[in-house]
């Protein structure tokens, strides 16, 4: 398996624009977790779903950012509009069982809102 | 609500030392710990996961303990290469299925 697969690896765009991130999650993972990391916060947890249903998005900063899960392969997340302090580096992540098994990261979005 | 805290948050060390990175947690309910690697511009790498109904988990050079009852996990690098330098987070899941980040331990082992 490729693993977790995020694109874009690196967005530069300008206040106000949309920002969609896309991840696709290991085939057979039934978790999908949406982290965001910055120098001053470090690893924060936006939402995560379970067998393609949001089970806890309180992490989600405001209603500008929104996520989606289609399907069991692919997850967006969105920011509509995007400002400055969204900038940051984020990560997708999956794991067949949160309790028991690992989680494994994807190797981020880089983005950089002007 | 649970914390996770990481203690040094920077170390640096000459090679060959063997060394020791902390983890406590303020919740001791947890379903397990995780220790992972990142690497600058990169993402996570899991190294060891410890279940919360064992002691310790070895892989390598790297042993991870964990201890529930004090809140607290050390994560031991035998023998410190160059290539150990990369910055390392642990983490805790409890019953909300949260992965919680501690702040990372950056290491630099220099030859």
């Known amino acids: 398996d490729a693993g977790v697969i995020q694109s874009p690896r690196h967005e530069v765009t300008e206040m106000g624009q949309e920002v969609t991130l896309r991840c696709k999650p290991i085939s057979g993972h039934d978790y999908l977790f949406w982290y965001r990391q910055t120098m001053m916060r470090g690893l924060e947890l936006l939402i995560y779903?379970?067998?393609?249903?949001?089970?806890?998005d309180s992490g989600m900063p405001e209603d500008r950012f929104s996520a989606k899960m289609p399907n069991a392969s692919f997850s967006t997340l969105k920011i509509q509009p995007s400002e400055p302090r969204d900038s940051a580096v984020y990560f997708c992540a999956s794991s067949p069982d949160v309790n028991t098994g690992e989680l494994f990261f994807g190797e981020g979005s880089r983005l950089t809102v002007l | 609500k649970q914390e996770v805290t990481q203690i040094p948050a920077a170390l640096s060390v000459p090679e060959g030392e063997n060394l020791v990175l902390n983890c406590s947690f303020t919740d001791s309910a947890i379903y397990n710990l995780q220790w992972f690697r990142q690497d600058p511009g990169k993402g996570l790498t899991s190294l060891l996961l410890?279940?919360?109904?064992?002691r310790e988990q070895t892989s390598g050079r790297l042993n991870a303990s964990l201890d529930k009852s004090s809140g607290r996990s050390t994560l031991y690098i035998a023998a410190s290469q160059p290539g150990d330098s990369a910055t390392y987070l642990c983490?805790?899941?409890?019953?909300?299925?949260?992965?919680?980040f501690g702040t990372g331990t950056r290491l630099q082992v220099f030859p």
């Open positions: 410890i279940q919360s109904s064992q």
């Open positions: 983490a805790v899941i409890s019953n909300t299925d949260k992965l919680i």
């Open positions: 779903f379970n067998n393609n249903v949001p089970i806890d």
